[in-house]
C-alpha cells in the first residue's frame, strides 16, 4: 500500500484538476435551456462523478438570464428532463400548490438544498389526511438572479443525499462574492392578458467584493409581489358538488442574505452566512375540498388578506481546506421556520381552512446540522479518490395549532398514546458514508458507496449504492447506476398526538359507520424505501450530442392513511392510523437531443416518458403526471449583444386517478376528467447593451393554451390546477 505521500505526480495533477471542475463546471457544457454535464478526462471525487450520471442537468445563470420565472425557481426547473409541477398527492387538494416533482415520485420525494444545504421550510406545515400540504414547497427562497446554476440530480445519483432524496435532488447553487466591488438591480414584472390573472413584481439587488485582502463579502435582497387570481376564475368550470374552487394564490415575499468569506491562508478558507426571508400569501379562497370550508362567507371575506406568513431564518459556518493529502469540509448551520397562519380546521368539511374566530398559532421547526467530508487520492492498484464524510441533524417540530384540543376529542385515555398536552415533537439523526472514485481502467471508472443513516426513533439504515461509466468508442459512453434510498416519516405521521377526525364521509365506506373516525399519528411506523436503477448511453461529437436512458424505481412500505380500523371506541368511533403499505413502481425513459445548427443556433431538446406509475396495492398513481413531456428550445445569438430564444413544452396525457383510498370508492366515470395533451410556447429576447445594462422581454402561453381547475379528484379527475394563459414579461439590470 502506498502512503499518500507517495503518489504519482501525474495522478496529484489529475485530482486537482477534477476539483478545478467542481468549481467551473456550469462553463463546461452551455446550451439552450438545458445543460447537460458532459464527461472530462480527470479522475475527481465521487460527488463529481456522480454528478456526470445521465439523470443530473444543470441550468446557468446565463440560462435563467434568457427566461426569468416570475416569483419561482420551479418555473425554471420544471423544464428539465424528469421534472413536472404537482400537487403534494394524486388527490387534487391544494392543486395550485404546485411543487417540482421528479420522475413522478411526488414533491415530499424532492429534496431541496440551497448551496448543498438542505432546505426544510414546508416541514412545519400540517400533513393532511391524503398526505396534502398548503405550502409552495422550498424553490422559492433565492432570487432568481443571485442564482450561479442549479443542478437538478435524478435516480441512483440522487441516493447519496439521504433521507428525502427518493426521486431527486434541487441544488441551488448561489452566486460567490466577486474579487472587486460590483453590484446590481434588477426589476422584473409579468403581466397576464387575462385580467383574471394575478399579475407579478419583483426587485432585486445584489453587492459583491472585497473587504481586504483576505475577507470578501457577498450581500443580496429580493422583494416580489403577485396578485391572486379572480376568485371566480374557475366559476364556469365547477360541478355542482364543488362550488369554492379557487384559482392561484398571490405572495408578497421579501429576502436578503449576507456571506463573508475569510481566506486564513492559501489552503483554508472560513465562510459565514446568514438569511432572513418572509412570505406572506394573499388568499384567493383555497379550501381542502374546495367547498367554502363550511363557512363560505368567511372564506369569501379573506380575499386577498394574508391567512399564512413563513419566516425563514438560517445561520451557517462552513471550514474548508486543501491539503497535502487532499481536502475537506466542515459545516454547522441552524434554520429555523416560522409557519404563522390562520387555526384551519381539523374535521370534516372545513378541515385544512381558515377557521373563524379561533385566531392565528405558529409552528416552529428548528433545525441543526452538522456536516463534514474528506476527500483523499489514493492508488491502491487502481488510482481512485476516496470520499468518507458524517452528517448530524436535530430537528425540533412545535405546532400547537395542529394539535389543539377540539370539541370532538375523545374521552381522556381512550385512544392509547394520544396527549393534547404534547405538542412538541424531536427527533435526532446521524449518518455515515463512504464512497469512492476508481478508474478501473482507461475506459471505465466505478463509483462505490455506502451509507449509513441512524435515526433516534426509527433505527439504523444502510443505503448502497454503484454508478458506472464504460467508454465504448471515443464518442460513445455507457453509464448506469443502482442505488437504495429512503425517506423517514414526517413528524405529523410519526406523531401519536397528531389526531384528525371525519364524522363518517371521509371514512371507509364499506365498514359500518358509528360517529365517524380519527386518524392517529403512528410512532411505529418504517421508513418508506426506494431501489432506483439506471442505464443509458451518451453520445459526444464535440459538436453534436445525445443521451438516452431507462429508469426504474422500486418503492416500498409508502406511508398512508389506512382506510381499514386499527380499533373501535366504547360508542363505535373507529380509530385508524399511518400505516406502510405495500410497493410501488417507477419506471421511464429520459433523453436529450443537443445540435449546434450553426456557430450561432443552437437546438435542444430533452423527453421523458412514463412507462409506468402506480400503487401496486390500488393500481393508482403517485401523483398526478403526464404520460410524456418533451422541452424544446432555440437559441439563436444574433450578436454579441442580442440574443433570441424560442421555447416548446409539450405534455402528453395526465389521466384521472379512479380510486380513493381513503374512503375505499370508486370515482364516478362522469367525474374522471383526463387533461388532453397540451403545449406551452414562449418567445424570449435578451439585449445587453453594454456591460452595465442588460434588457429582457418576453411571452410565455403564446397561444393561450389555458386550463382552469375544476375541483379535487374525487369530483374533477385530473383537473385539479390552473395553467395560466399568455402573459408578458420584461425585465432590466443594472449592473456596476
Not at 82 to 96: D, E, P
Not at 157 to 183: C, E, F, Q
Not at 273 to 280: N, T
Not at 297 to 302: E, H, P, Y
Amino acid at each position: 500500500m502506498s502512503a499518500p505521500h507517495s503518489f504519482r505526480p501525474t495522478f496529484r495533477r489529475r485530482y486537482a484538476a477534477g476539483l478545478l471542475y467542481l468549481a467551473a463546471g456550469p462553463a463546461l457544457a452551455q446550451t439552450a435551456g438545458v445543460t447537460q454535464m458532459q464527461s472530462v478526462q480527470v479522475l475527481g471525487t465521487a460527488e463529481e462523478e456522480i454528478k456526470e450520471s445521465l439523470g443530473v442537468s444543470v441550468i446557468t445563470a446565463e440560462d435563467i438570464a434568457k427566461r426569468p420565472p416570475a416569483t419561482d425557481l420551479s418555473e425554471i426547473i420544471r423544464r428539465e428532463p424528469g421534472v413536472n409541477l404537482t400537487g403534494n398527492s394524486a388527490s387534487g387538494n391544494r392543486g395550485n400548490s404546485r411543487q417540482v416533482d421528479i420522475r413522478g415520485m411526488g414533491p415530499e420525494n424532492t429534496l431541496i438544498l440551497v448551496d448543498g444545504k438542505p432546505v426544510s421550510s414546508r416541514n412545519p406545515v400540517r400533513y393532511g389526511w391524503n398526505g396534502d400540504r398548503d405550502t409552495r414547497g422550498d424553490t422559492n427562497w433565492v432570487p432568481a438572479e443571485e442564482v450561479e446554476r442549479i443542478e437538478v440530480i435524478r435516480g441512483p445519483a440522487a441516493a447519496r443525499y439521504g433521507s428525502g432524496a427518493m426521486g431527486g435532488v434541487v441544488n441551488i447553487i448561489t452566486k460567490r462574492p466577486t474579487d472587486r466591488l460590483s453590484g446590481s438591480v434588477t426589476y422584473y414584472t409579468s403581466q397576464p392578458e387575462d385580467g383574471d390573472e394575478g399579475e407579478s413584481h419583483r426587485a432585486n439587488f445584489r453587492l459583491s467584493g472585497p473587504l481586504s485582502e483576505t475577507l470578501s463579502f457577498r450581500l443580496y435582497g429580493g422583494y416580489s409581489k403577485t396578485r391572486p387570481d379572480a376568485q371566480d376564475i374557475n366559476a364556469h368550470n365547477v360541478s355542482e358538488d364543488q362550488t369554492g374552487i379557487a384559482g392561484r394564490e398571490g405572495f408578497v415575499n421579501r429576502d436578503i442574505n449576507a456571506l463573508l468569506s475569510w481566506a486564513l491562508d492559501s489552503r483554508q478558507s472560513l465562510e459565514l452566512d446568514a438569511g432572513y426571508s418572509r412570505q406572506g400569501n394573499r388568499y384567493a379562497g383555497d379550501t381542502m375540498l374546495n367547498n367554502g370550508g363550511g363557512n363560505p362567507a368567511f372564506i369569501d371575506s379573506l380575499y386577498g388578506q394574508e391567512t399564512y406568513v413563513m419566516y425563514r431564518n438560517t445561520l451557517g459556518l462552513t471550514h474548508r481546506g486543501r491539503w497535502d493529502w487532499g481536502d475537506s469540509r466542515v459545516s454547522v448551520g441552524y434554520e429555523g421556520t416560522r409557519n404563522s397562519r390562520l387555526n384551519e380546521g381539523l374535521a370534516g368539511g372545513p378541515e385544512g381552512a381558515p377557521a373563524e374566530g379561533e385566531g392565528w398559532y405558529t409552528a416552529r421547526l428548528k433545525n441543526w446540522r452538522a456536516s463534514g467530508e474528506v476527500n483523499v487520492p489514493l492508488t491502491l492498484g487502481l488510482d481512485q479518490v476516496l470520499t468518507v464524510g458524517a452528517e448530524y441533524l436535530r430537528e425540533s417540530l412545535n405546532d400547537p395549532g395542529s394539535m389543539r384540543p377540539t370539541f370532538w376529542d375523545p374521552p381522556p385515555g381512550a385512544i392509547g398514546g394520544f396527549d393534547r398536552s404534547q405538542t412538541r415533537q424531536r427527533a435526532n439523526s446521524y449518518a455515515l458514508f463512504i464512497e469512492d472514485n476508481i478508474e478501473a481502467g482507461p475506459r471505465a471508472t466505478v463509483t462505490p458507496g455506502l451509507r449509513m443513516d441512524h435515526h433516534d426513533k426509527f433505527g439504523t439504515h444502510w443505503s448502497p449504492s454503484l454508478n458506472a461509466s464504460y467508454q465504448l468508442t471515443g464518442r460513445l459512453t455507457l453509464k448506469g447506476g443502482i442505488a437504495r434510498a429512503y425517506k423517514t416519516p414526517n413528524l405529523y405521521q410519526s406523531n401519536p398526538n397528531y389526531l384528525l377526525y371525519s364524522r363518517g364521509f371521509g371514512c371507509n365506506q364499506a365498514e359500518t359507520n358509528a360517529n365517524g373516525c380519527f386518524l392517529q399519528g403512528n410512532a411505529d411506523l418504517s421508513p418508506e424505501t426506494s431501489v432506483n436503477k439506471e442505464i443509458g448511453l451518451a453520445y459526444d461529437t464535440g459538436g453534436w450530442r445525445a443521451s438516452a436512458a431507462y429508469f426504474r424505481n422500486d418503492y416500498r412500505n409508502k406511508i398512508v392513511a389506512s382506510n381499514e380500523t386499527a380499533y373501535r371506541l366504547d360508542n363505535g368511533q373507529r380509530v385508524l392510523q399511518w400505516v406502510n403499505t405495500g410497493k410501488a413502481v417507477i419506471e421511464g425513459v429520459e433523453g436529450n437531443v443537443f445540435l449546434p445548427l450553426t456557430p450561432a443556433l443552437d437546438w435542444n431538446t430533452n423527453f421523458t416518458y412514463m412507462i409506468e406509475s402506480k400503487d401496486k396495492r390500488t393500481g393508482e398513481p403517485l401523483s398526478v403526471i403526464p404520460e410524456f413531456t418533451v422541452n424544446s428550445t432555440l437559441d439563436w445569438r444574433v450578436n454579441d449583444a442580442w440574443a433570441l430564444q424560442a421555447s416548446l413544452t409539450w405534455y402528453g396525457k395526465q389521466e384521472s386517478p379512479s380510486y380513493t383510498a381513503r374512503r375505499n370508492v370508486e370515482i364516478p366515470d362522469d367525474n374522471r376528467r383526463d387533461i388532453s395533451p397540451y403545449a406551452l410556447v414562449g418567445l424570449s429576447t435578451r439585449y445587453t447593451a453594454n456591460r452595465h445594462l442588460a434588457f429582457t422581454v418576453g411571452v410565455n402561453n403564446l397561444f393561450d393554451k389555458k386550463l382552469y381547475r375544476a375541483g379535487v379528484a374525487d369530483y374533477a379527475g385530473a383537473a385539479s390546477y390552473n395553467e395560466p394563459g399568455r402573459a408578458y414579461f420584461a425585465s432590466a439590470t443594472l449592473s456596476f
